[in-house]
C-alpha cells in the first residue's frame, strides 16, 4: 500500500537531512560515523533539491529514479558500521541502522508514480 505522496516524501526528506546533521553532536558521535552522516545528510539534501517533486527546487532528478537512489543509500546507512568499522560504537551503530530501516519503510510506502511529480528538465 502506497500512503506517502511525492510532498509527504519530502518533508520527510529535508528531515532525514536535518536529522542526520543534528546525529553526530546529539548522539556523541566519533569522527568516522560522524563525517559519513555529514556526507550523507549533504547527499540527502542535494538529491532531494534536484528531485522532480513539489519539494524538489532544480526538478532534475525523476521521482522514481529518487527512489531507487534511497533504497540503495538505505542499504548502504544499514551496512556502513560493519563496513566502516564502527559497528562496536553503539550509538552510531544504531542510529545509521535505525535510520536504514526507517528508509526503506518510507520507500515502501511511497507512490512514487502518484500526481504532483514534475517531469525532470
Known sequence: MKILNPQIHGFLDYGLALTLYVAPTLFG??????M????????QLVTSLATAYPLGVMKLIPFPVHGVIESL????????PWVLGFASETNPRNFFVG???VLLVVVALTDY????????R
Request: avoid cysteine; hydrophobic fraction near 65%; charged fraction near 5%.
Open 29 to 34: 558521535f566519533s569522527a568516522t560515523p560522524a
Open 36 to 43: 559519513l552522516a555529514y556526507i550523507v545528510a549533504t547527499a
Open 73 to 80: 543509500v538505505a542499504v548502504g546507512l544499514i551496512a556502513f
Open 99 to 101: 535510520a536504514g530501516v
Open 113 to 120: 508514480k502518484a500526481k504532483g511529480t514534475a517531469p525532470a
